[in-house]
């Protein structure tokens, strides 16, 4: 299991996995999040929305930046040149919150799920910081990658 951790030399110190061998391909990732409020607090926020502004636009906006920064924040993680991100934030009446969705794409050597996913997590901490003042018991959950496309590991995609 050890020889598995990518990130770490044989001396178990971290490193920045050596992608320089590996071919460029086009490449894809899908993230997904789901943001809840309380019942009430959503219909505030829907009917209403937040002093702050459109809590949509502004949510997607931030999902862009967060795809753009994720190697200044997650350590060890490359930059790469991103030739395309969309977000989307959708109510989901349902359950009182919003659904946020990223696609992350480049030609690179290394893939785009941490952009992926960071673009949902910069987007969802966005509505729960403009939505605050609203509802305190905000909840971020079920982040996860959906699909990915390219590179040697193949293609996933998440059952169900």
């Not at 020889?3 to 061998?21: A, I």
């Not at 209403?48 to 795809?67: F, H, N, S, T, Y």
């Not at 977000?87 to 919003?98: L, M, W, Y």
């Amino acid at each position: 299991m050890a020889d598995d951790l990518t990130h770490f030399d044989e001396d178990g110190r971290p490193r920045m996995v050596d992608v320089s061998d590996k071919k460029e391909s086009a490449r894809r990732a899908v993230a997904q999040g789901r943001v809840k409020f309380a019942p009430d607090a959503y219909e505030i926020i829907r009917q209403k929305g937040v002093k702050k502004g459109d809590i949509r636009k502004v949510a997607e906006l931030a999902g862009v930046m967060g795809a753009k920064r994720t190697s200044d924040l997650i350590p060890l993680c490359h930059p790469l040149p991103i030739s395309g991100v969309s977000i989307s934030v959708e109510p989901d009446d349902a359950a009182s919150g919003f659904v946020v969705t990223a696609e992350v794409k480049t030609t690179a050597q290394t893939g785009v799920e941490m952009e992926a996913l960071t673009a949902v997590m910069t987007a969802c901490l966005t509505i729960y910081d403009m939505a605050k003042a609203v509802d305190k018991s905000i909840i971020i959950e079920d982040v996860k990658l959906l699909e990915k496309t390219g590179g040697k590991s193949g293609d996933f995609k998440r059952e169900g």
